[in-house]
């Protein structure tokens, strides 16, 4: 590896180490943000309100230095000015129909537009103008752009057909849930928002964009990608030509975060990201995609989909013989939480993130049946005429 790419990827893993320490349980909305950085392509984050979409856009914003930025959020009552700029007067004056575009999306390197499946029928149009060919239509000409990533936002899918070609146009869709470990929630309650320790230039990620298109695809990666292909479609998930075109250079990126020349099947773990189009596939994506690129992560998924039904299975809490019944499942838990911690003990640590996830939700339910069990108890030893 030259210097240059060294540096580079110095950089960026600087910068990603800095955005994790900043956004608790955020790591794989960090990765996707910078893959979809690093090869120029659009980034939907989808959570409830509170899950800090917006802190991480921004945060991603403050760290490229000399990047223009633009920031917006949609109601259904926005209007194109608010985007695009203004109309100028002294054009209209001589019967030309221009926009005032300084400080809008159309002079922006990175765009954030918050809600913005809110996005009406007189915006749409240029929005998808603006993130698939990369030009403005206005007066009949078509203005290139700079526009090298979107970010978008939306606490939920939308359910117009007409947004959704705008949908298809985020290649990367993450989403972002509530915090799920206790001590990120503690961690929480303490959280200061610290100064940028790592940052990059704008000039460093178009460098970086290019050390990406040379990364070697190798024959590990396509037959990864055509498996994932073919078992996807099986399952009934269909992406366009065009959608598996550009995983390729999702692959390319996460084997350049990885500090690797050429890609291999792991880095198609990134697919997780690019494939599904509603909630309901995603878990039948991450199977296809881990059996592939990661299988720690499919055990992962199984054996937190086993704890899940477990924990359904839980009494009521005034069920007689409370403590009898949670015992089994207690039990099962225990043994589900032994078996993935000690595969994650075996792992590269670079492979466990969505395994830790998991591993962390089968402690919270352990823990809350466990927590049953003892109110019961004490409420046995408070009864009148406990021995």
């Known amino acids: 590896m030259n210097k240059n790419k060294t540096d580079l990827l110095s950089k960026f893993r600087a910068l990603r180490d800095d955005l994790n320490a900043n956004l608790l349980e955020r790591e794989e909305a960090v990765d996707a943000s910078l893959v979809g950085l690093l090869t120029a392509n659009h980034v939907l984050l989808l959570g409830p309100p509170g899950t800090a979409k917006s802190l991480l856009v921004r945060s991603i914003s403050e760290r490229i230095e000399q990047a223009t930025c633009f920031e917006r959020l949609l109601t259904k009552f926005s209007v194109p000015e608010e985007l695009f700029g203004p109309l100028s007067l002294s054009a209209l004056e001589n019967d030309r129909y221009q926009r005032m575009t300084a400080g809008t999306l159309v002079e922006a390197e990175i765009g954030f537009v918050d809600e913005v499946f809110k996005a009406n029928s007189s915006i ?7 993130m698939n060919e990369r030009v403005f239509h206005e007066n009949g000409v078509a203005r290139p752009v700079p526009l090298l990533s979107l970010f978008g936002a939306s606490n939920e899918l939308p359910e117009d057909g ?6 298809d146009r985020f290649l990367i869709r993450v989403t972002l849930p509530s915090l799920a470990d206790d001590a990120s929630v503690r961690a929480l309650l303490d959280h200061k928002t610290k100064t940028p320790s790592a940052t990059i230039t704008l000039d460093d990620l178009k460098a970086a964009q290019k050390e990406v298109s040379q990364v070697e695809l190798t024959d590990d990666a396509r037959e990864a990608i055509l498996t994932i292909k073919r078992e996807s479609e099986f399952e009934g998930i269909q992406a366009s030509d065009r959608r598996w075109k550009a995983c390729v250079g999702l692959v390319k990126a996460r084997a350049f975060l990885e500090g690797e020349a050429q890609t291999s099947a792991d880095h198609c773990e990134i697919l997780t990201a690019a494939l599904w189009s509603e909630p309901g596939q995603i878990r039948i994506v991450e199977r296809v995609v881990n059996k592939i690129a990661n299988p720690l992560n499919l055990e992962a998924v199984e054996l937190e989909d086993a704890a899940k039904d477990l924990y359904d299975q839980r009494p009521k809490p005034d069920q007689a013989n409370l403590t009898e019944a949670l015992e089994p499942l207690l039990r099962q838990l225990s043994d589900i939480h032994t078996r993935l911690e000690n595969r994650i003990a075996k792992a590269p640590e670079k492979r466990t993130y969505r395994a830790k996830q998991a591993l ?14 003892l109110r019961t108890v004490s409420k046995l030893h408070m009864a009148p005429g406990a021995a």
């Open 162 to 167: 007409s947004l959704s070609a705008l949908f």
């Open 360 to 373: 962390t939700k089968i402690e919270n339910w352990h823990r809350e049946l466990s927590t049953m069990a």
């Open 124 to 130: 749409l149009n240029s929005m998808l103008g603006i």
